[in-house]
């Protein structure tokens, strides 16, 4: 009779161990997804796999986490996070729209939105911008900026490499873009003319965001990494790296 309960106890606590593992994930359940959105994540390099690609792979170590991040087109990768558990997205801008979608974790970045040109001269006002021709990535809180605010002279582009492109060969009169962003791609298409950018029309913040049932020890361990980065010096050395 003995042995009946003990091995019934023992099966009842493997039954629990796994609900729990189930439900709430465990560390070695965690998952990583990004886009390719340089210089903030890039897919094609090995040395510099980008800003945000790097401060999130130090959280992790100093979270004890396993950091295996995959590369998916934006628009899937918010859909994966949105929709699965235990999966982890950064890079992503923190909307109204998309507030209900996530567990916010941390502001990882802050960025500033403007009309990049080669020819010509900024626009100092949204109505001047309108009547240049602009290229934008899809997809983006920068694209519904510029719906939002009527302009009909825009291509909608999926990579913003292309974009850098289309303004490099005049196919588009501006760029409307992160501007750290549009600074790194022309660099590395090597253009001989200075890019010159408008004011800042837009605000955003690059987030480590998370599926809604991620567990509450996962992210505080990552909000405490994060706060370790800051204070160790890493993130500003990683920082001048890509920005400065």
Known sequence: MYGFFYKANKYMIISLLLF???AFGSSNSIMQITADLPPFTVEDSKEQRGFLYEIVGLMHQHAN???KPRFSPWPRAQKTAREKNNYLIFGLTRTKNREPNYLWIVNLL????SFVMITGSPPKTLVEAKRLSISVAR???WSRFLNK????????????????RMLIYNRVDAWYVPTVRAFYLLKKEDITRQPSYSISFQNEDLYLAGSLKLSNEIVEKLRNAFDTVKKNGSYEKIYKKYFI
């Open 20 to 22: 729990y593992s189930h």
């Open 139 to 141: 997809e983006t809180p």
């Open 110 to 113: 802050s960025i500033e939105v």
């Open 149 to 164: 605010n009527n302009f009909k002279r825009i291509q909608l582009v999926t990579k913003e490499i292309q974009n850098a």
């Open 65 to 67: 986490l396993p950091y």
